[in-house]
Antibody, heavy 120, light 108 residues
Framework: QLQLQESGPGLVKPSETLSLTCTVS??????????WGWIRQPPGEGLEWIGS???????YYNPSLKSRVTISIDTSKNQFSLKLSSVTAADAAVYYC????????????WGQGTLVTVSS | EIVLTQSPGTLSLSPGERATLSCRAS???????LAWYQHKPGQAPRLLIY???SRATGIPDRFSGSGSGTDFTLTISRLEPDDFAVYYC?????????FGQGTKVEIK
């Protein structure tokens, strides 16, 4: 059974860069043609897609965040990562990593999520 | 970007009752590229429906999805205690992929 687990600092200062990693177990991140994505949920709000990356390293992002987001992949570690620069209080959220289905950009496998607070 | 509007915001029902949740898109969702998720506090979202009407693996048949174009519906035929949660729709026909704001199904 594929499992995803987010990790990273739970507290980030305003204007700094948020960095999270998703570790994939139970399968190889590069064995099949799947996109791996990041989704977030601010407190009391709905879900927002941040961006996705293919095992080859090709990534695409939500235009609303594109100027601040970088998603990368490390197949040797079976991990993919999110960097969000110049964070503000509006970036505080539970961040989820997830894997697309392979048949379309909907998400079958999700991590449990990690809460990131933005505060000085 | 395609905006998804879910209604109602909250649905108060009793176990055994039927729940009907709506998801309306600001533009046509071609090929019925619409998914539904169940989300409980502290848990990862769970995929219920993809392709507007196909149940994901392991999802009970009391969950069904329907609709096309701009209007989609998730129906839970008979609510069980475990079904009380927030439900989101998501379109994947046009990037950026977007989610609705959610419908909370609560115990009456």
């Amino acid at each position: 059974q594929l499992q995803l687990q987010e990790s990273g600092p739970g507290l980030v200062k305003p204007s700094e860069t948020l960095s999270l990693t998703c570790t994939v177990s139970g399968g190889s991140i590069s064995s099949s043609s799947y996109y791996w994505g990041w989704i977030r949920q601010p407190p009391g709000e709905g879900l927002e897609w941040i961006g996705s990356i293919f095992y080859s390293g090709s990534a695409y992002y939500n235009p609303s965040l594109k100027s601040r987001v970088t998603i990368s992949i490390d197949t040797s570690k079976n991990q993919f990562s999110l960097k969000l620069s110049s964070v503000t209080a509006a970036d505080a959220a539970v961040y989820y990593c997830a894997r697309e289905s392979g048949l379309g950009s909907y998400y079958v496998y999700w991590g449990q999520g990690t809460l990131v607070t933005v505060s000085s | 970007e395609i905006v998804l509007t879910q209604s109602p915001g909250t649905l108060s029902l009793s176990p055994g009752e039927r729940a009907t949740l709506s998801c309306r898109a600001s533009q046509s969702v071609s090929s019925s590229y619409l998914a539904w998720y169940q989300h409980k506090p502290g848990q990862a979202p769970r995929l219920l429906i993809y392709g507007a009407s196909s149940r994901a693996t392991g999802i009970p048949d009391r969950f069904s999805g329907s609709g096309s174009g701009t209007d989609f519906t998730l129906t839970i035929s008979r609510l069980e205690p475990d079904d009380f949660a927030v439900y989101y729709c998501q379109q994947y026909t046009s990037s950026p992929w977007t989610f609705g704001q959610g419908t909370k199904v609560e115990i009456k």
